[in-house]
């Protein structure tokens, strides 16, 4: 053999949802860490910087104005308000990684999945990740802080809300542990960029191939 | 943690088409070696058994008569007739083993794809295996047999042809080298395992955690 062709292939968005304590957030970490391939989505916000956070890395703080000029001229495929603070996804730069054949990692909530897939399609991959029990979400709620009953209580009630919308997505991984979740994402994130509809480059390869049998 | 939850899945079907060539035989063969979760579909055949060939593992050698007993009665999910032998795959231990959750592995031309696929619907996983380039295909293609050039230009030809359908498929693997199209494969199946749609019992799974929470 020896030559090893290199086909041209669109850039995928991988969602990654879950109720918070499903230790998706540090599924994200390890994945991009793991592929250059795939990198975090950056979102603007009109919340506040808060200590360590870098504009331009973690999000591009904007203000008010500036965000409801995007919405308004369909620049942003996503958005939320929480506690008052606006949150959103920029279409031109997740265009542009598409094209260049880039991966993008969303770490949004089911109405966040919702929005990507309906303006984005085919070009969504949806991953929602469960805890592998009630007990252990629990276990993950409390032990972040140590919260009052009812704050606990509200956080159940939310993640119960969000687990929900399982059936809207197109993978489901339970996480029970982590380096057995890392495999299956991996897993999905290399077989998405083996599907036919994303290999934009394989109609040329094809065409060249038979030209020559 | 500590507790790892097996959520109940349907059995999926995976389809390898390719030219002969293009080297399905030997990642087949090499995915049902690694993996006990998929097994080779035995077809019947009509045909006489080959010195080596055993009843039950490599075929289900039948008579004529019997083939089309089971044709009428709507008991085979593809058939074809080839050299004129007829060859089948019948749909009794097809659907058990969906049942069970246990995948069977399919290598099928293009047609055959096609009739499995119109049967068995989103439990079929379509992956084409291309050559890395023509060249390489006929180098394949001429070292199988001491064979006279009209012979492999037949070959050839019918490699074109088969290549033609690959927009039929649902993933494209190029063969370049083969651990790299190992890795592919063993991707897709593990992907395709973590399918929403085949977690057949998230559903029990996630009603059970919802009444805790």
């Known amino acids: 053999m020896g030559d090893t062709p ?4 669109r850039g995928l968005l991988l969602v990654l949802s ?3 304590g499903a230790g998706k957030t540090t599924i994200a970490r390890r994945l991009i860490d793991a592929d250059p391939d795939i990198s975090m989505s950056v979102s603007v916000t009109t919340r506040k910087p808060r200590p360590g956070e870098v504009d331009g890395r973690d999000y591009n703080f904007i203000e008010a104005d500036a965000f409801k000029r995007m919405a308004d001229e369909n620049e942003l495929i996503e958005w939320a ?4 603070n606006l ?3 920029p279409r031109t730069p997740v265009e542009a990684a598409i094209e260049r054949g880039q991966d993008v990692l969303f770490d949004i909530d089911w109405q966040g999945a919702q929005q990507l897939s309906e303006k984005m399609k085919h070009d969504v991959v949806r991953v929602f990740i469960l805890p592998p029990s009630a007990d ?3 276990q993950r709620l409390r032990s972040r802080a140590q919260d009052p009953d009812d704050v606990v209580r509200r956080r159940m009630d939310a993640a119960a809300d969000e687990i929900s919308h399982w059936p809207e997505y197109d993978y489901v991984i339970v996480n029970s542990d982590l ?3 890392m495999e299956g994402l991996t897993a999905i994130l290399a077989a998405e960029r083996l599907r ?3 290999l934009n480059g394989l109609t040329a390869f094809v065409r060249e191939m038979q030209s020559h049998l």
């Open 6 to 9: 290199t086909i041209k292939r």
């Open 18 to 20: 879950s109720p918070s």
């Open 81 to 84: 308000q929480v506690f008052g």
């Open 87 to 89: 949150y959103g996804t």
């Open 136 to 138: 252990s979400l629990e």
């Open 179 to 181: 380096p057995t979740s």
């Open 196 to 198: 036919r509809d994303r």
